[in-house]
């Protein structure tokens, strides 16, 4: 059964304006010795990594290290700005991430009498397979995981059967598989 990912508190400060992310081509190619290149894609949803930005002030900071430290290395639901926010017509909307790297922390404001301010960098994937559902999911019917009697929610696969939307049927097989509805 899928679990939810937690919410990122909304009382730790959001991410700077300053994102960035790498929607990695999910494409293995083959060279031949005469002729072109075989090329076949690895994933149907791109693998996206996401470079993120905090800056808060030291007292947050001490807050926000915290919940990272116990939390932000497993998923977790995040607000940013992105496709999912303009297909839902919002400014920021959850996307479902985790940290990936270390932590980079830099000190830009202090001056001995005002309070400390920090920017703070990491790495994120961002999984775009529970985000942004397959659009062609939404024809035909559905192979679900488990049997009839006691289907995963989590295993839902779009398409039919005999074409299914993705390339890997997580239970049973395109031909057999556990449970139609």
């Given at each position: ?6 919410a ?15 929607a ?7 060279p ?6 075989r090329q076949?894609?690895?994933?149907r ?16 900071l001490a807050?926000w290290m915290?919940w990272?430290?116990?939390?932000a290395?497993?998923?977790?639901q995040l607000?940013l700005p992105?496709e999912l926010a303009?297909a839902?017509n ?9 940290f990936t790297s270390d932590?980079?922390k ?7 009498k ?7 960098s990491?790495?994120?994937?961002w999984n775009?397979?529970?985000?942004v ?6 024809r035909?019917?559905?192979?679900i ?12 696969i779009?398409?039919t059967?005999d ?5 890997v049927?997580i239970?049973?097989?395109?031909t057999?598989p556990n449970?139609?509805?």
């Amino acid at each position: 059964m899928a679990t939810v990912a937690r919410a990122y508190p909304a009382t730790l400060p959001c991410p700077a304006v300053s994102l960035s992310g790498t929607a990695a081509a999910a494409v293995l190619r083959t060279p031949f010795d005469s002729g072109l290149s075989r090329q076949r894609r690895t994933h149907r949803r791109l693998p996206t990594l996401l470079q993120l930005e905090w800056l808060m002030d030291q007292k947050k900071l001490a807050t926000w290290m915290s919940w990272v430290n116990d939390h932000a290395w497993e998923w977790f639901q995040l607000k940013l700005p992105g496709e999912l926010a303009g297909a839902h017509n919002e400014q920021t909307w959850p996307h479902t991430v985790r940290f990936t790297s270390d932590l980079e922390k830099e000190l830009i404001a202090y001056d001995g009498k005002m309070v400390p301010f920090w920017r703070v960098s990491v790495q994120a994937e961002w999984n775009r397979a529970i985000d942004v559902p397959h659009v062609a999911a939404l024809r035909d019917s559905w192979i679900i995981g488990g049997s009839a009697t006691a289907p995963e929610s989590e295993d839902v696969i779009g398409g039919t059967a005999d074409i299914p939307e993705i390339e890997v049927i997580i239970a049973g097989t395109a031909t057999a598989p556990n449970a139609i509805v």
